[in-house]
């Protein structure tokens, strides 16, 4: 398969009760997307296990021009998931090439506090894997953690990533020392 073809397009994915939008610098979030991305960056739950770089407005601005030119070379999609009924954000799941010639792609999330416990990051996160496996030939796909992120780890589990190992030192939060984390994987030909 070609590089070409292993491209993530933009597209909307609604799951019902949220909706998975891209990221970038059309998405309005009601009060604004930039005040939306500095408040999720000062959630202490985000900000201990998916450091965002959104603490200020100009940080978010920064991180919407990525967004807007890692989809447009087809890099990552980055989706905002919020909520169906009111516009609202509740969190993040993106999918990114780690080696795009390959089809080895890398998923994550995080979630807002009022969207937390029913389900949303496993749906959300099972959704964006099945369209990179669909749409851009995603052949397998990682997701990795921070040992002691139980709460990542079931996510990654009920959505069908299996547990592959302990990836010792393997991940530097800035500021921070390096991490263990857990390597959960699914490959296209999974049962889905």
Sequence with gaps: MS????????????LGDAVLRP??????????????????AADPVIARWNPL???????????????????AEGRTGAFAI??????????????FWRDREDGLAMIGYWLLPAARGR???????????????????????????AVGNDASC???ERAGFRYEGTLRSSYRY??????DEHLHARLADDAW
């Design 23 to 40: 990221w970038d610098r059309t998405l309005d979030l009601p009060g604004g997307t930039v005040p939306a991305l500095v408040a999720a």
């Design 53 to 71: 770089g959104t603490d200020d407005p100009s940080a978010a601005e920064a991180y919407l021009d990525r967004c807007d030119t890692t989809w």
């Design 174 to 179: 800035p500021g921070r020392d390096y991490n």
């Design 3 to 14: 590089t070409d073809q292993r491209t993530f397009r933009r597209t909307v994915l609604d």
């Design 119 to 145: 389900g949303l990051a496993t749906r959300a996160t099972l959704a964006v894997a099945r369209w990179g496996v669909e749409t851009a030939a995603a052949r397998r796909l990682e997701l990795a953690h």
């Design 154 to 156: 079931h996510v990654a």
């Design 82 to 95: 919020t909520d169906a009924a009111d516009g609202t954000l509740c969190g993040n799941v993106a999918l």
